[in-house]
């Protein structure tokens, strides 16, 4: 049974960082894609970063800010954040799904993952 784990959120000033963490379990091996998603009130669920062995992608709104990582000997991902902005706030979801290959991942479609993580609040004051 795939079980994800987020942590690490909170509250931080715009101009500052968090670090989210997502440990997975219940992949054993299979590869599998893991992408962080965040979703604001009123809004729809975004992608926001993916991973698949060594492979990362980013949505154009957290370019350059944002890091993903993966530690394989902890089956943990992670989300660097940086020069967080207010637009950020959102609950932070991590995701994963079995891949053969990155293509359907690299969407960011909420729909090619299968499961889901309880969320992290982010919230970042101005």
């Known amino acids: 049974q795939v079980q994800l784990v987020e942590s690490g959120g909170g509250s931080v000033q715009a101009g500052g960082s968090l670090r989210l963490s997502c440990a997975v379990s219940g992949y054993t091996g299979v590869r599998y894609c893991v992408a962080w998603f965040r979703q604001a009130p009123g809004k729809e669920r975004e992608g926001v970063a993916g991973i698949y062995w060594g492979n990362e992608w980013y949505a154009d709104s957290v370019k350059g800010r944002f890091t993903i990582s993966q530690d394989y000997a902890k089956n943990t991902v992670y989300l660097q954040m940086n020069s967080l902005k207010p637009d950020d706030t959102a609950m932070y979801y991590c995701?994963?799904?079995?891949?053969?290959?990155?293509?359907?991942?690299?969407?960011?479609?909420?729909?090619?993952?299968?499961?889901w993580g309880q969320g992290t609040q982010v919230t970042v004051s101005s």
């Open positions: 995701a994963a799904v079995r891949a053969y290959s990155d293509a359907r991942c690299r969407t960011l479609e909420a729909t090619v993952y299968n499961s």
